[in-house]
């Protein structure tokens, strides 16, 4: 008859834990000493031949005065599983079904710098990064923007404020022919001489030119025309942090 395997039990994980923290010479008889559990059930702990209760968890921490809860903390840090794909970004996996990713954060005022060192591929250690909770692992250029101006804050729910933090993904310049659909949250676009923030409500691919427009009904923010030729790079706003 085959053994069963219990190493996949949380407790026995714990277990395991704590056994190579406190590396004990002789484990079956100094754990048997302080626990009284049988040195028969402890070498079965011991090669995962039996299932550990909550009982003698409980009595072993106490006996070797180890913290529960921080076992059980740094298990659950251990087994987080990270994706790392050639994006370069880090997902790692909450156990939700979600992740989380860090990010580049670009200010807007640094237009300047981004654009002159963003082909340099160590150049996104010169940004502060920002953590964003998402549903799936990305496989494209994911860059975080922190927006100046209130020109995309028209006061509805999908608006974003000034200071507001976003996460976008980059469409590259192969897909911009086929237009650019209507987003819930807008685009961000670097040009050749700074970084806007707009919804893209009209495209003329003859000139390939296109529409910018501001939610912010202010005169201030009228609708403007712009080339594409002047554009650097298009990131799709996916999420937001205020």
């Known amino acids: 008859m085959k053994s069963i395997d219990y190493q996949e039990d949380i407790n026995n994980k714990i ?9 004990i010479r002789f484990p079956v008889a100094e754990i048997d000493r302080k626990t009284s559990a049988g040195k028969g059930n402890i070498s079965a702990f011991i090669h995962n031949k039996k299932p550990i209760s909550d009982n003698f968890i ?7 005065e180890l913290n529960l809860d921080e076992l059980k903390a740094e298990l659950t840090n251990q087994e987080k599983r990270t994706v790392t794909p050639k994006n370069g970004l880090t997902f ?16 807007f005022e640094a237009h300047a710098q981004y654009i002159s060192e963003q082909w340099d591929v160590d150049f996104v250690h010169d940004y502060e990064e920002v953590t964003f909770i998402v ?7 994911y860059r975080a923007f922190k927006v100046k101006g209130d020109s995309m804050d028209g ?9 507001a933090i976003v996460l976008a993904r980059e469409l590259q310049k192969h897909h911009w022919n086929d237009g650019f659909r209507e987003n ?10 700074n970084i806007l923030f707009k919804d893209i409500v009209g495209f003329d691919r003859e000139v390939g030119e296109i529409t910018c427009h501001s939610r912010n009904p202010s005169p201030e923010y ?21």
């Open 15 to 23: 277990f395991h834990l704590a056994l190579s923290k406190l590396n």
């Open 58 to 64: 409980d009595k072993f921490v106490e006996a070797y």
């Open 92 to 107: 790692t996996e909450m156990g939700n079904g979600q992740f989380t990713v860090a990010v580049p954060l670009i200010p």
């Open 135 to 141: 549903d799936k692992v990305g496989f494209g250029n």
């Open 155 to 163: 006061g509805k729910i999908l608006d974003t404020q000034d200071g």
């Open 184 to 193: 819930d949250y807008g685009w961000i676009l670097v040009t050749q001489h």
């Open 222 to 242: 009228s609708d403007f025309q712009l080339s594409l030729n002047e554009v650097h790079q298009v990131f799709k706003v996916i999420k937001r942090t205020f």
